[in-house]
T-cell receptor, first 111, second 113 residues
Framework: EPEVTQTPSHQVTQMGQEVILRCVPI?????FYWYRQILGQKVEFLVS????????KSEIFDDQFSVERPDGSNFTLKIRSTKLEDSAMYFC?????????FGQGTRLTVV | GENVEQHPSTLSVQEGDSAVIKCTYS??????FPWYKQELGKRPQLIID?????GEKKDQRIAVTLNKTAKHFSLHITETQPEDSAVYFC????????????FGTGTRLQVTL
C-alpha cells in the first residue's frame, strides 16, 4: 500500500539553525500539507500546497517557514531560524481528493 | 475559523465494553469529519470518516454518527479490545478539496483487562 514517507525521523538542531524536513507524498496525490504536534497536544495545521503554490497557511506559518516542491516527488518544509518552541513532531500529509494520509513524522528537537 | 471541541480527554473502559467519544464543531460549512487513531510515537491513522450528507456510518466495531443541526459527531467503539488503546482525534474539514483539517484535542482511550 502506498504511503507518505518523511525524512529524517528525528532531527536535533541548535537554536537559530536552519532545518529542512523532507516528505515524499503518495505519487498520484495533488494536495500536500504540513501539520505539527507539540508533545501531548493536538495536531495543528501549518500549510497546504496545491498546484505549486500555497493554498492556505495558519498563523503559526510565519516568515520563518517556507515550503517547496523542488521536483516531482519531494515536498519540503524549511524553518529558517529555529526557536525552542519549534520543537514538535512535524507530519506531512497528502490527499488525492478527500482522505488525508499522514507520514510517520519527523521529531524536531531544538536545543 | 473552525474550532473543534472533543470530550472526554481520557476514557478508561474494560475490555468488551463500549467507548464513546464526542466532538462538536463551529463552522456549519464543514462537510467532512474523519477520526484518527494515534498510537504512541506514530502517525495518525484514519479509522473512519463521514461526510455531511450521511448521518451514520459503520465499519465492523466502529461507528460514527453526525448531527449537522447540532454540529456534533461521535465515535462509537463496541466490544473494545486492548489494542484499541490509543489517542483518538476527531477532525473537521471545510469546503474545498485542499481545505485543512482542524483537529480536536484528542481522547486517550485505555482498555483494561
Amino acid at each position: 500500500e502506498p504511503e507518505v514517507t518523511q525524512t529524517p525521523s528525528h532531527q536535533v538542531t541548535q537554536m537559530g539553525q536552519e532545518v529542512i524536513l523532507r516528505c515524499v507524498p503518495i505519487s498520484n496525490h495533488l494536495y500536500f500539507y504540513w501539520y505539527r504536534q507539540i508533545l501531548g497536544q493536538k495536531v495543528e495545521f501549518l500549510v497546504s500546497f496545491y498546484n505549486n503554490e500555497i493554498s492556505e497557511k495558519s498563523e503559526i506559518f510565519d516568515d520563518q517557514f517556507s515550503v517547496e516542491r523542488p521536483d516531482g516527488s519531494n515536498f519540503t518544509l524549511k524553518i529558517r531560524s529555529t526557536k525552542l518552541e519549534d520543537s514538535a513532531m512535524y507530519f506531512c500529509a497528502s490527499s488525492a481528493f478527500t482522505e488525508a494520509f499522514f507520514g510517520q513524522g519527523t521529531r524536531l528537537t531544538v536545543v | 475559523g473552525e474550532n473543534v471541541e472533543q470530550h472526554p480527554s481520557t476514557l478508561s473502559v474494560q475490555e468488551g465494553d463500549s467507548a464513546v467519544i464526542k466532538c462538536t464543531y463551529s463552522d456549519s460549512a464543514s462537510n467532512y469529519f474523519p477520526w484518527y487513531k494515534q498510537e504512541l510515537g506514530k502517525r495518525p491513522q484514519l479509522i473512519i470518516d463521514i461526510r455531511s450528507n450521511v448521518g451514520e456510518k459503520k465499519d465492523q466495531r466502529i461507528a460514527v454518527t453526525l448531527n449537522k443541526t447540532a454540529k456534533h459527531f461521535s465515535l462509537h467503539i463496541t466490544e473494545t479490545q486492548p489494542e484499541d488503546s490509543a489517542v483518538y482525534f476527531c477532525a473537521a474539514r471545510g469546503t474545498g478539496t485542499a481545505s485543512k483539517l482542524t483537529f480536536g484535542t484528542g481522547t486517550r482511550l485505555q482498555v483494561t483487562l
